[in-house]
């Protein structure tokens, strides 16, 4: 079943491909973390905001985010989280290197992940993002100085 | 037994989503766990993102079978 897959992936993905998207590693969407916006590590133990993030997501939402992800990005995150894909098994599904499916992998998860975020203010599953309530704390704190 | 280089955590972080892919090579894969065995915020990083790949594997597995794998083979008929 898996083998047969694979092949017909394979047969598939001869087309050649038109990319729109930077693939640069360095792009902010590369570098955005849920963690980091949600993690507070001041709290010791006595709450877990990313994982309280984690358990209101629904299933709709992670698809949603998902469908909505360019297809470059969105392939390569479903062969890999969703079929478990090696590495260089995707690479010779979709006929590139093994380095670009890391960089599309690490881009693609990126963007997913701004996507959830964005999500999640929208329906108000989070009130403040904790950078910004840092960005209040020093404006407040300049502003008494 | 070699000793394992002790990395940051900007080298941790480089490679956490590869070493949880199981795509690091052995030296790396050793220097990435050791690293999270000390430090507090990137094992939480680490499992934070272990869970969101898990849940992103049950909300596929959970979308109907032949309509999921119908979208991944529209998906690559366009490469």
């Given at each position: 079943m898996t083998n047969t897959f694979i092949s017909d992936c394979r047969k598939r993905a001869v087309r050649p491909q038109t990319e729109t998207?930077?693939?640069?590693?360095?792009d902010a969407e590369t570098a955005f973390s849920l963690f980091e916006e949600l993690h507070q590590p001041f709290l010791f133990g006595w709450g877990n905001p990313e994982k309280e993030f984690l358990n209101k997501l629904l299933r709709e939402d992670l698809m949603k985010a998902m469908d909505a992800l360019p297809e470059l990005f969105r392939i390569v995150v479903m062969l890999s989280d969703l079929e478990g894909f090696s590495y260089h098994e995707m690479a010779e599904i979709l006929k590139v290197p093994v380095g670009t499916v890391r960089s599309r992998l690490a881009r693609g998860r990126g963007l997913l992940q701004k996507a959830l975020w964005r999500h999640a203010k929208e329906a108000g599953l989070i009130k403040e993002s904790k950078k910004s309530s840092e960005r209040l704390y020093e404006k407040d704190k300049n502003d008494r100085l | 037994m070699k000793k394992i280089k002790t990395i940051g955590c900007e080298e941790a972080l480089k490679h956490l989503l590869t070493y949880l892919d199981r795509e690091l090579g052995p030296v790396k894969r050793r220097e990435v766990e050791h690293h999270i065995e000390i430090c507090r915020t990137c094992f939480s990083r680490a499992e934070f993102e272990k869970l969101l790949k898990t849940q992103i594997r049950e909300a596929g597995r959970e979308t109907a079978g032949a309509e999921f794998e119908n979208k991944i083979k529209t998906l690559l008929g366009r490469f």
């Amino acid at each position: 079943m898996t083998n047969t897959f694979i092949s017909d992936c394979r047969k598939r993905a001869v087309r050649p491909q038109t990319e729109t998207f930077s693939e640069n590693p360095s792009d902010a969407e590369t570098a955005f973390s849920l963690f980091e916006e949600l993690h507070q590590p001041f709290l010791f133990g006595w709450g877990n905001p990313e994982k309280e993030f984690l358990n209101k997501l629904l299933r709709e939402d992670l698809m949603k985010a998902m469908d909505a992800l360019p297809e470059l990005f969105r392939i390569v995150v479903m062969l890999s989280d969703l079929e478990g894909f090696s590495y260089h098994e995707m690479a010779e599904i979709l006929k590139v290197p093994v380095g670009t499916v890391r960089s599309r992998l690490a881009r693609g998860r990126g963007l997913l992940q701004k996507a959830l975020w964005r999500h999640a203010k929208e329906a108000g599953l989070i009130k403040e993002s904790k950078k910004s309530s840092e960005r209040l704390y020093e404006k407040d704190k300049n502003d008494r100085l | 037994m070699k000793k394992i280089k002790t990395i940051g955590c900007e080298e941790a972080l480089k490679h956490l989503l590869t070493y949880l892919d199981r795509e690091l090579g052995p030296v790396k894969r050793r220097e990435v766990e050791h690293h999270i065995e000390i430090c507090r915020t990137c094992f939480s990083r680490a499992e934070f993102e272990k869970l969101l790949k898990t849940q992103i594997r049950e909300a596929g597995r959970e979308t109907a079978g032949a309509e999921f794998e119908n979208k991944i083979k529209t998906l690559l008929g366009r490469f």
